[in-house]
Each structure stands twice: as C-alpha cells, then as structure tokens.
C-alpha cells in the first residue's frame, strides 16, 4: 500500500510538473526569427531628425540597424529573413496615448447604439427596438447594457427617458451608456437597484437629473453614473475574455502595438494582468490604475509596480478625473456654452472633484514621486488641475515627472505655457474636429472656440511634447483616422474646423509614436525605430507623407510586436 502511495504520488508530482511546464511555455510569446531584414521602403524613423531610410534590420526582438537597403542586405542578409516592402511605408508601431482597453469590445455583451459616423441609430424608437431585441435573448432579471447612443445625433435631439426604456421592459434593468461615457439612462428597475430614488440626494460632482415635477428623468450624469456603471457592466470572466480577444484583434489590425487601459480599477488591471501573461494580449499593454482604486495601494507601498510590470505590460500613470464631456453638456469651462443648457445662458459645467481634494489627493501622490493622468476637457477644468499641480511643485519640486493632461480639449495659449512651465504634457482628443466639430461650432461652445480645440500647432510652436489619441470606445480605435483628423481637421460633414492648429504628417506621427513613448517615460524603449529599440512596427499600404488629404484610407499591411506578426492583411 506504501508503494502504490508513493508511486500514486510520483505521478501526480510528474502530472504537476507537466502541467505546470506547459502553462509556463504558454505564457511564453512567440518568438521572432533570428535575423530579419525588412528592405526597399520608406523607412520613418520619427528619430531626432526624423530621418528616412530605406531599410531595417533586426536581430530578434530589437532594431540593430537603420539604412540603406543594398547596404545592410549585404551586412545582414546572408541568414536573414527578407521582407521585400516594395515601396511600403515602415514606421514604429502605434502608441496608444489614452483609450480605455479593452472596452472597445463591450459588443460581446452590449447593445451597439452608435450614431452616425459611427453607427447607424437615428432615433429613439431605433433604440428601444434594438433593446427589446437583446431583453429577448436575455434571462429574466438580468441587466440589458447599451452603448454610444448620441443624444444630439437622434431625430429627436435629447436623450430617451426613463418611461421610455420601461416601454421596454420593467423587469429588467436597463442602463444606456452616453457616447461620451460621462453619463446615461436608466429604466425604474435599473435606478432602484443603484439605490436612486426620489429623495437620493445628488453625490458631491454628479447630477441626478429630475424633470420639473422632481421625479428622475433616468438621466445619470458623472459621479452619479458609477455605481450604475458598475451594475451594468458586471461581467463574468468568459465574457472578459471575450472582450480581450475582440479588443485584441481590432487593435492589432490598426497597427497599435502599445495599447492602454486608461482607467482601470484593482480588478480590471488583476485580469488584464492574467491576460497578458497567458499570451492572450499580443501587444505591449499600458494600465493607469485609478486614484481610489489600487492607486492609494501604490501610493502607500501596500501595493508595489514590480508585482504587475512584465517586459509586455507596465502600469503607468494613476488616472484622475476633473470634469466630464463637452458634448454631454458636463465639461467645466471658463465662459458658459454656446447654446445654453436647460435654457440656462449662465451653465458652464461642473468639476467632478472639489478643488480642495483635488490639490490635496494630487499633492499626496505627487509628493510619491508618482507620475499622475488626469482628465480635463473645459478651460475652467484645465486651471484647476494646474493650480493643483503648482501647488503640488512648489512643495516638492519634480522637474521631468511629466503628469498628463489628458483630453486638454480647450486648451487656452497661457495654459499650454503654464504646462511647460510645471511639466505637465497634454494629450489631445484631436478626433473630436471629425466626431463632434460641427456640434462643438453650432452647439457647444460656438465657432470662435471651437475653432481652437484639440490646439496642437500652439503646444507644437511652443516646443511643448504632446500625445493624441482616440479615447476608444467613445470612438473606434483607427489610428490612420486620428492622423488624418490631426493633419487635416475636418469634421464629419467636411467642414474645417481651426485650420490655424492643423499639423504636418511627421508632426503627428511623432504624437502617435516617439511623443506618445516620452509622454509615459518608454523613449528609451519604444516609439521610434532606432538601434537598440524593440522591434514593434507597422507596415502600412504606402507612404503617408504622400497624400495628406487621404491619408485615413491607406491599409495597414503588417503589425508586429518584438518582431512579430500579430497582424497580417489578407490579400
């Protein structure tokens, strides 16, 4: 009997040992060729000087050389595997500076309710049609989720009701995400099970709104949205996987090879964490853990970066909000909107957080030496975010911790100034010009600012390093798209919107590549295709540089991390 015990136990030692090897090799990422030599292109460098080559060679996961193609075949090619680019544009990989991966695959359990440009809902009787569709294939009691319907894009032009989504159904809650993200709609069901009801007082930066009787319309705005948020979007690990894998591919065929988590809380970066290690994330991944959530751990030294940070994922700066969204009315600015809200010609948004937490928390981690992302899209929001930061500099003075601001949509001269002065870096919604720039003009804040959004020739012209990005899932992850709108910005309707603040092509590349790598503290790793860098590239159908005008229709051929495929375009 001792015998079969020990031999019994021998086997489950080796089974263990077995298992535990494979799981090991699994984590591993595929590993490149040797030598590759990719040749006869438009190599963009985006280096100091931006130089072009036409060459490139690597030797592994890293770049060992920049030139001449007949040159570095002859040095590199004898055991190298050539790519022909055949005239193909070679730049490094995108640099994701601000989306919230991997939320652009909600679809996996979400109803899509984007409009135009987008999508294709035009109202509200589309919107509850769509619903009723998805309360049919739900189970009893369980939560129905929207996403990305626009209020000033329905025929309608305000946001649906309460009543309107208990058309739908009273039995099940339902809660409709804003396209801004800020803010959404809930039915009876959904607002009793977030604890509102009709004497729910609204919490410290969030709206509660109420029609003129007092009772709540359904409309849930910033810190009033969360816990909502929370309920409705609780899903269980398949369909996290689910939306890993459908984020993973989109952002691989857009030739992203460092995508980011934006805003991820103690349990999001937990399983992004896992994903990654198990080869199920194939780029390098950025995560911004939240102020109040494993962000006070970092702080404090309960929790420690090593335990996270792997050669494919690193967290990054802690991420706080100021205010909310232009285009939902919650933005906090200088001088009221254009269009007054509710009728209102003194309304200018409200800040998310009191100033006098906002300087304190600020200062706590600044004092941490921990680099800080914090959301401010109105001017009013802009100044007190950089009265903190002052306040924060002047008490402990760190001059290269590059905190960012992030959206930094209204942007005034003497602010960007301001930035340099204190090294905060801002990173530009620059896509905004296409998505919402004729609403901004006609609606928001009116022609003479909305002419000055996004304002990257001001940040570009006073030397100031700034990133742009996309902000995916408030719009689709499209980088070629971000580059066009940065060049060119033109709205939706093709109407241009501040050509004074429009940029070169290699000026915004450099905000999508080498800038975006600085901004989180990765230039010396990533963002530009230089000897001793990781080999993360694209290859796109040919050279941007060429027809600036178009340059959102050009094909991502190839994507590659360390060397690697993670994307090919089928021909």
Do not use: C
Not at 282 to 297: A, N, V, Y
């Amino acid at each position: 009997m001792k015998r079969f015990l020990k031999l019994a136990a021998l086997i489950l030692a080796l089974i263990f040992t077995v298992v535990a090897a494979f799981l090991w090799w699994r984590t591993l990422p595929p590993q490149p060729p040797k030598h590759q030599l990719f040749i006869n292109g438009v190599v963009l460098t985006m280096d100091a000087a931006d130089r072009v080559a036409s060459a490139l060679a690597l030797e592994g996961e890293r770049i060992v050389a920049v030139g001449d193609s007949a040159d570095l075949k002859t040095r590199y090619g004898r055991d190298a595997v050539i790519h022909d680019l055949a005239g193909k544009a070679l730049l490094p990989g995108f640099v994701d500076a601000h989306s919230h991966f991997p939320a652009s695959g909600l679809s996996v359990f979400g109803v899509d309710l984007n409009s135009p440009p987008i999508g294709d809902l035009t109202s509200i009787a589309q919107l509850q049609q769509r619903l009723r569709a998805k309360a049919a294939t739900t189970k009893k009691g369980a939560w129905i989720f929207g996403f990305g319907y626009d209020d000033t894009l329905l025929a309608e032009k305000r946001h649906p009701t309460r009543q309107e989504l208990d058309a739908v159904s009273t039995e099940q809650p339902i809660y409709v995400w804003h396209v801004s993200g800020h803010m959404g709609v809930a039915n009876s069901r959904a607002l009793a099970l977030a604890g509102i009801g009709p004497n729910t007082p609204n919490p410290p930066g969030g709206v509660i709104v109420r029609d003129a009787r007092g009772e709540a319309t359904g409309l849930v705005q910033e810190n009033s949205a969360i816990e909502m948020q929370k309920l409705a979007m609780k899903i269980g690990p398949l369909d996290f996987l689910r939306m890993v894998r459908a984020a993973s591919a989109e952002y691989a065929a857009q030739g992203v090879t460092t995508a980011q988590s934006g805003a991820a809380a103690a349990e999001t970066a937990k399983g992004l964490g896992l994903a990654s290690r198990f080869g199920l994330v194939p780029m390098r991944l950025e995560l911004w853990p939240m102020w109040d959530s494993l962000g006070p751990e970092l702080r404090d030294g309960k929790a420690k970066v090593a335990d996270y940070d792997t050669d494919r994922l690193r967290l990054g700066p802690v991420k706080f909000f100021s205010d909310g969204s232009i285009q939902g009315y919650t933005g906090f600015l200088g001088h009221p909107y254009h269009v007054p809200y509710h009728g209102d010609a003194e309304y200018r948004g409200f800040p998310t957080m009191e100033q006098k937490q906002l300087v304190a928390e600020i200062g706590r981690y600044h004092r941490a030496g921990i680099q800080l992302a914090i959301h401010a899209n109105g001017d009013a929001a802009i100044d007190n975010v950089l009265d903190a930061i002052e306040i924060a500099q002047q008490e402990t003075p760190r001059p290269d911790i590059r905190h960012i601001l992030v959206h930094a949509q209204m942007a005034r001269a003497d602010q960007l100034d301001r930035m340099a002065r204190l090294s905060v870096t801002p990173s530009f919604f620059s896509a905004h010009t296409y998505y919402w720039g004729d609403r901004h003009r006609d609606i928001f804040i009116g022609p003479e600012r909305a002419a000055d959004i996004s304002p990257t020739r001001w940040a570009k012209d006073r030397g100031l390093r700034f990133s742009v990005h996309l902000d995916t899932p408030v719009v689709p992850m499209n980088p070629r798209l971000l580059l066009w709108s940065t060049v060119n910005r033109l709205s939706s309707s093709g109407r241009v919107i501040g050509p004074a603040q429009r940029l070169t092509v290699m000026e915004a590349l450099r905000a999508m590549t080498i800038d975006a790598a600085w901004q989180i503290h990765q230039e010396d790793r990533i963002g530009s295709l230089e000897p001793g860098k990781l080999a993360d590239l694209v290859v796109l159908s040919d050279d941007p540089r060429k027809h600036p005008q178009t340059i959102r229709d050009l094909a991502v051929e190839t994507t590659l991390v360390g060397g690697v495929p993670i994307y090919s375009r089928q021909p």
